[in-house]
């Protein structure tokens, strides 16, 4: 069975700093890529980042470029999002999401149950 | 950025209903589009990819058509576990990007 799990959310003041993590089990992690997707309290989704199964290709949503910073670790079987200079506009749920795609995001066929992050003084 | 735009934004059925979404781009994304299901505290799950094609283990009840512009998720008989929001996405290039979704309730 696919498993994505997330962890590492939390409360943290603006300007603060956050690592979240996605651990993934039941398929082999390293054909895969990957996406953060963002969802704000009772709002829609937003797309976040991408890497891919490779790690050769990497993307940003324009709103986290040179603040987040996605990564995986394929003998760990995870992937991770290093969020800094967090805003209180980044207060969201983020949700871990498995992609076939192998240049750049297409589907999202798996997900996890999300995080949420809290950004506030 | 592609802006995904859908309607209704919410409806309310019955059951045995057939419903249909619509979501528009504001471009063409030739096929590059898919379907979501939500259903509250819980994360989306995936229903249909590149406009048609079924998920594994998704009902045959769910169904998706169109190309270009202009796309439509079809429910042919509404069934209580299929209360939910939906959303769209394209992934026609970057960035992907969602509709606000459409929420589907019972009458």
């Known amino acids: 069975e696919v498993q994505l799990v997330e962890s590492g959310g939390g409360l943290v003041k603006p300007g603060g700093s956050l690592r979240l993590s996605c651990a993934a089990s039941?398929?082999?992690?390293?054909?895969?890529?990957f996406n953060w997707v963002r969802q704000a309290p009772g709002k829609g989704l937003e797309w976040i980042s991408f890497v891919s199964a490779s790690n050769t290709y990497i993307y940003y949503a324009d709103s986290v470029k040179g603040r987040f910073t996605i990564s995986r670790d394929n003998t760990k079987k995870s992937v991770f999002l290093q969020m800094s200079s967090l805003r209180a506009e980044d207060t969201a749920i983020y949700l871990c999401a498995r992609d076939p795609g192998r240049l750049e995001p297409s589907y999202f066929d798996h997900w996890g149950q999300g995080v949420l992050v809290t950004v506030s003084s | 950025d592609i802006q995904m735009t859908q309607s209704p934004s919410s409806l309310s059925a019955s059951v045995g209903d057939r419903i249909t979404i619509t979501c528009q781009a504001s471009?063409?994304?030739?096929?590059?589009l898919n379907w979501y299901q939500q259903k509250p505290g819980k994360a989306p799950k995936l229903l249909i990819y590149d406009t048609y094609k079924l998920q594994t283990g998704v009902p045959s009840r769910f169904s998706g058509r169109g190309s270009g512009t202009e796309f439509t998720l079809t429910i042919s008989s509404l069934q209580p576990e299929d209360i939910a929001t939906y959303f769209c996405?394209?992934?026609?290039?970057?960035?992907?990007?969602f509709g606000q979704g459409t929420k589907v309730d019972f009458k």
């Open positions: 996405q394209h992934c026609d290039h970057l960035p992907p990007t």
């Open positions: 039941g398929f082999t992690f390293d054909t895969y890529g």
């Open positions: 471009q063409d994304i030739a096929n590059y």
